[in-house]
Nanobody, 119 residues
Framework: QVQLAESGGGLVQPGGSLRLSCAAS????????MGWFRQAPGARRELVAL???????MYADSVKGRFTISRDNAKSMIYLQMNNLSPEDTAVYYC?????????????WGQGTQVTVSS
């Protein structure tokens, strides 16, 4: 069993910042890549950012230069620093863990955390 627990969402004004956290636990051996996906109302779930245990990162074009993913391997945690947020970033953000890089998510998801960007 794999458990993922997200935190840090909330309501923020356009141009503001938020930091999301995700803690992984359970049978995570061999699951080298962690990341964030998001799903806006009426839209498909999409990749936001990924990071490997070695620190290699991957970002969606829409968040490059604004979002930064980081990782603490000792704690099995990842973080997503989101700056210069816009209403288009409003979505439920989900933590994901898998064995390889790429847009296809792994089978394990957190419960999600709501990010709302609105004035």
């Amino acid at each position: 069993q794999v458990q993922l627990a997200e935190s840090g969402g909330g309501l923020v004004q356009p141009g503001g910042s938020l930091r999301l956290s995700c803690a992984a636990s359970g049978s995570i051996s061999g699951l080298y890549v962690m990341g964030w996906f998001r799903q806006a109302p009426g839209a498909r779930r999409e990749l936001v950012a990924l990071i490997s245990t070695g620190g290699t990162t991957m970002y969606a074009d829409s968040v490059k230069g604004r979002f930064t993913i980081s990782r603490d391997n000792a704690k099995s945690m990842i973080y997503l620093q989101m700056n210069n947020l816009s209403p288009e970033d409003t979505a439920v953000y989900y933590c994901n863990i898998k064995s390889t890089f790429g847009h296809t998510p792994g089978p394990y998801w957190g419960q999600g955390t709501q990010v709302t960007v609105s004035s």
